[in-house]
């Protein structure tokens, strides 16, 4: 159980991957562009694109992407969908990590400083 925010996991990793979020330690830094991040899958993920390869085109605009997720992000854009809802606030955000780092705001927590 994370001592911070009281959220509760099956395995230890879990735990210590959940931990770096309120202590910011980011130890996996790409070596083309010196961002950090705090799981390794994430800076393979980021590492692709560094690469000219960008096979998904939006089919509204000319902007291209490395990664389908990147093109699906995009796209909430042209439609205006807002998938992640506040359960507060009834606000609405592209992205689930934006929701997340939003609802602190009602918490009140500030792990970043």
């Known amino acids: ?29 790409c070596n083309q562009c010196d961002k950090v991040f705090t799981v390794r899958s994430n800076l393979i993920r980021h590492q692709i694109t560094h690469t000219r390869d960008k096979p998904y085109q939006c089919n509204q605009c000319d902007k291209a992407f490395s990664r389908n997720n990147g093109l699906i992000l995009h796209q909430r854009k042209h439609t205006g969908e807002k998938p992640y809802l506040c359960n507060q606030c009834d606000k609405g955000f592209l992205q689930k990590c934006v929701l997340i780092r939003h609802q602190m705001t009602h918490t009140g927590e500030k792990p970043y400083q």
Not at 12 to 25: A, V
């Open 1 to 29: 159980q994370c001592d911070q925010c009281d959220q509760s996991f099956s395995l230890n990793n879990g735990l210590i991957l959940h931990q770096r979020t309120h202590t910011m330690d980011k130890p996996y830094k």
